[in-house]
Every structure is written in C-alpha cells, then in structure tokens.
C-alpha cells in the first residue's frame, strides 16, 4: 500500500544530513523513483551512480525541493522535505551538470548576483566573493566575462558560487563532465576541502574512478536503490577490482 507524503519532525542532534525513507516519485503510470531509503553523515561524501534514465536526477531534484514527491518521506538538514522547503534551500548549494552562470557576466558580477539572491549582505558578500576567488588563483580575473575563461575554471567558479551562502550541503550534478584529468583532480579537491569543513557533499559522476574517491556510493537503477556502501564493501560484494567493473556487473547481471 503506497504511503502518502509524511511530514518529519526536525532531530537536531542527528548525525545525518539527509534522511530518506521510502521516496517515490510518479509521472501518471510510470515511477521515476521507486521507494529509495538511506542516509547521509554530515560532512561526507556520497556518490550517486547510475546509467542514463536511472532516476538520479529525479531523485536530486526531489531533495532540493524542485520537486514535490508522490509519498514517502525525507529530512534535508534537519528540515521536513514536506514542509519547510524555504529552509531546506537556504541550507543546500546546487551546482547542475550544464554550466549555470552567465557568459556575458564578469566573474565577479555572477558570484554578486547569486550572493545577492541568498541574501548574504553586500559587505560581507565581496569579502566572501574575494576569498573564494584568491582560493581559486581567480582574484586577478574578477573583471573577465565568464565566458572567456576555460571550461575547467567556469566549474570551479560555479562551485564556489554554489557554496558562497555557507550551505550545509551541496549537491553536484556531474561537475566534472567535460573536463581534462588534471582539472578533475583539482575539482576534488576542491570538494575534500569543502567536506572536511563538515559539509556534506551529494555527487554524481558518470567517472567510475571519480567514485574511488567517495566515502560511500550508491546504485540506481531502473527507479530503485540497488546497492549502497564504501567503495571497498560494494568491491568485495560483488567480486571487482574496480568500481567500473561493479557498475558493469550490476548493470549487466
């Protein structure tokens, strides 16, 4: 029997940034996301695989708010996905697969009208703008048009966007589609510095090696969450070296 959408109460002495229980989504007769349970530490690092059409995306845009769920219920920074969605956004940064931020803008205008948006005052918003663009060896560009600075730095830059407001986590839709190796490593880390100040991050990667570097991942498929834990643990279960070869022997089995 299909559970209507519940609200929660707010633990405030939970160990997890996110609580999902039995999360459903439904467009007419087809489920995008089908029943998905699990949770996520504060300040860790969870990866969210599957092939094209799994519902990763659908399940993301639920836990951001985006999207109303069909039943279930889940708790995103302490706050009721059913009910406090106006808190639950001012607690997330979401940077999505496709560049979000404005070519005919200057770096520094971007990160002003997104820290704007949130709210955070003008004062402290250049002081934060400034931090997080000598972070990023961007403080000489702030002047420059985004779209005229590589592909690898915009990521870089919308990632620091995503977290001007301080969020307690973010969510990362395929942050790394598109750019070389080297800029990967770097956008890592970028999120294990980000993760070690205690924000949770919630990724997704289409990189198998990139999942390595997760403190636990999970696979969907078809609607459902299939498999879930360390790296190591989902390795040893399904007899692989790799997590490729996991992914290959889950999805094809």
């Not at 993301?60 to 985006?66: E, P």
């Not at 703008?129 to 985004?146: D, G, P």
């Not at 990362?172 to 589609?177: A, H, I, Q």
Request: hydrophobic share 40%; charged share 25%.
């Amino acid at each position: 029997m299909r559970l209507p959408f519940q609200h929660t109460n707010i633990v405030e002495d939970s160990p997890y940034s996110i609580e999902v229980k039995e999360l459903t989504k439904q467009f007419g007769d087809f489920t995008a996301v089908d029943h998905i349970s699990f949770n996520v530490k504060k300040g860790e690092i969870f990866g969210f695989l599957g092939a094209n059409g799994a519902g990763k995306t659908t399940a993301i845009r639920m836990l951001c708010t985006l999207l109303m769920p069909t039943s279930g219920s889940a708790r995103i920074a302490g706050y009721d996905l059913a009910k406090e969605s106006k808190m639950i956004k001012r607690n997330i940064g979401y940077m999505s697969q496709k560049f979000s931020l404005y070519d005919d803008l200057t770096v520094y205008e971007n990160m002003q009208l997104f820290g704007t948006i949130y709210g955070i005052p003008k004062k402290e918003l250049k002081d934060r703008i400034f931090s997080s663009l000598k972070m990023l060896e961007l403080e000489n560009k702030y002047k420059t048009l985004v779209y005229s600075i590589p592909l690898g730095w915009k990521q870089k830059l919308a990632f620091a966007t995503a977290m001007l407001h301080r969020p307690k986590i973010v969510f990362l839709d395929e942050p790394t589609s598109g750019v070389d190796p080297i800029v990967r490593r770097e956008f890592w880390n970028l999120i294990y510095e980000t993760a070690a100040q205690g924000v949770t991050i919630f990724v997704t990667t289409h990189y198998m090696d990139e999942a390595e570097y997760c403190g636990r991942i999970s696979i969907m498929s078809h609607g459902q969450l299939k498999l879930i834990g360390t790296p190591t643990e989902l390795k040893e279960q399904m007899e692989a070296d790799s997590i490729e070869k996991v992914f290959v022997k889950f999805v094809v089995r």
